[in-house]
């Protein structure tokens, strides 16, 4: 079965629809490179994809451990080169709960960094992740 089906919308727009759940993804080419910037670029995607599959793997982990993450929010940046255009870097920063003991925080830390989207990402692209404890 497949993952999911797109189509073509016209207007540098795609519709994608994730297969099992039906929901739809919209993106739009961004502004620097003739869009409209209406909706997630495709590199928009992968960079929130990182992010997302980082805090999906540090919630399992949590989750073995008895810890509730909920809250925990992250803000991504995505750097683009020119030639040839591609993401150079992405910047994730998180911002995790202050109560986490030491041991907890590598622990998930470890375990956000080598989530499957960081491991299947071209090494050219940087990641620079950062984590911030707060109360």
């Known amino acids: 079965m497949s993952t999911a089906t797109a189509r073509y919308a ?3 727009r795609t519709e994608a629809q994730h297969v099992a759940s039906g929901t739809t993804i ?3 080419a961004p502004v620097d490179n003739h869009g409209r910037g209406e909706a997630f670029s495709p590199t928009d995607l992968v960079s929130a994809a990182l992010g997302s599959c980082m805090m999906t793997i540090m919630g399992i982990v949590a989750e073995r451990s008895s810890l509730d993450l909920t809250g925990v ?9 020119s030639e040839p255009r591609r ?10 709960p202050a109560g986490l003991s030491p041991k907890d925080r590598t622990v998930l830390e470890n375990a956000a960094r080598t989530c499957p989207v960081a491991l299947s990402l071209n090494p050219e692209i940087r990641q620079s992740v950062q984590f911030s404890y707060e109360g």
Do not use: W, Y
């Open 10 to 12: 016209g207007q540098l």
């Open 26 to 28: 919209h993106t739009d």
């Open 73 to 81: 929010t992250f803000e991504v940046t995505k750097h683009m080169a």
């Open 87 to 96: 993401i150079a870097e992405i910047e994730v920063s998180f911002r995790m």
